[in-house]
């Protein structure tokens, strides 16, 4: 029997019962070397007992919090010897009263990357002295992000939604050091503001900005030294295309080489192709030089994207035969 690398085993499968699987023949070498389980917290503890006896090198553990915690998991936890990646969620019938934090102590050094789905207590997250990635889905005002401290973070995301201004800006003042990837689907100028004085390694950066906010873009794009990649919206209320291509071939810095608008809504003037070209030939006689990668990611309900216009097509086919791309990309949203 081949080992198995992977396992996914949640109470919601009722027509599995608790299995002894250590008695059935080769179960033992099947899932010793068993790398990624994802279950939830209120299966049975023998269940947990028996594999928490034979897996103690899972890398990646995905818990589904539930109105019970089974004690047969918390053994699960604390047996194992390589745990690198977490991920926690939870449903409806959880109450997030319960100080969780005991639970990973004993991982404190080893885990990397932690996402968390939900409303759960973040004090937790500063336990963990090495976390280099953190992926947020938050719920409420998330007050208590602003006292959570990672000295080694170097990506932080938000899938979606987004906390308060304020209690983000106290974050990224007390992590932003060490950054090097940002992903915030908000907008917000002071916030904006904060990630250009507060993250100078950025790397790679997704942030929205509104129309009226070109100097916090400026800003960015001087105080992010280390900037290779930008994602942002275009659209009414937010960037417009000349501004923006403008700036960026203006302001980035010399490692700078990616750019992606996403046209989230309707743009209400077309970027002509005069303008388009101006932007291809300021992006020419930078110094140093950089291939450009330039993607273009089109929104549900966007119309007048800079790919609507057959005119920017053959400026981009124009420059593409140049050798001015390292990449040239027009995708939709799905396929971003």
């Known amino acids: 029997m081949s080992p198995l690398k992977e ?52 890398q990646s553990l ?24 977490l991920t926690l969620t939870h449903s409806d019938g959880w109450t997030n009263a319960t100080d969780i934090s005991p639970l990973f102590t004993k991982h404190s050094n080893n885990l990397t990357k932690l996402e968390i789905r939900g409303d759960f207590p973040l ?17 409420g005002d998330r007050k208590d992000l602003q006292y959570v401290i990672i000295p080694q973070l ?31 689907n908000a907008s917000e100028d002071s916030l904006n503001s904060t990630i250009a004085k507060f993250c100078p390694k950025l790397k790679l950066l997704f942030t929205i900005f ?24 275009c659209g009414e ?16 810095p010399k490692n700078f080489y990616e750019l992606k608008i996403f046209y989230i809504c309707n743009v209400g003037k077309e970027l002509y192709p005069k303008e388009l070209e101006s932007f291809f030939i300021n992006w020419m006689n930078r110094t140093p030089q950089q291939l450009l990668s ?3 990611i089109k929104g549900y309900n966007s119309s007048n994207s800079l790919m609507d216009n057959r005119g920017n097509l053959e400026v981009v086919e124009k420059y593409r035969s140049l050798g001015i791309f390292r990449k040239f990309r027009a995708v939709t949203f799905e396929e971003d």
């Open 7 to 58: 396992l996914i085993y949640h109470s919601e499968f009722e027509e599995i019962p608790c299995v002894h699987f250590a008695y059935f023949p080769g179960a033992i070498n099947c899932l010793k070397f068993l790398q990624v389980f994802i279950c939830s917290s209120d299966l049975y503890s023998e269940f947990y007992y028996q594999l928490s006896q034979v897996c103690q090198q899972i």
């Open 62 to 85: 995905t818990i589904r919090f539930k109105a019970i915690f089974s004690n047969g998991l918390k053994d699960l936890i604390y047996l194992q010897n390589n745990l690198e990646f």
């Open 123 to 139: 004090m937790f997250i500063s336990i963990f002295t090495n976390l280099q990635e953190l992926i947020l889905s938050p719920f």
């Open 154 to 184: 170097k990506t932080f995301r938000f899938s979606y939604g987004f906390p308060e201004p304020e209690y983000l800006s106290k974050f990224l003042e007390n992590n932003g050091g060490n950054l090097e990837e940002l992903y915030l």
């Open 210 to 233: 509104m129309e009226d906010e070109l100097e916090t873009l400026k800003g960015i794009l001087n105080g992010c030294k280390l900037l290779e990649s930008l994602k942002v919206w």
């Open 237 to 252: 209320r937010y960037l417009k295309e000349e501004q923006l291509l403008e700036i960026v071939s203006k302001y980035s």
């Open 294 to 296: 330039f993607v273009i």
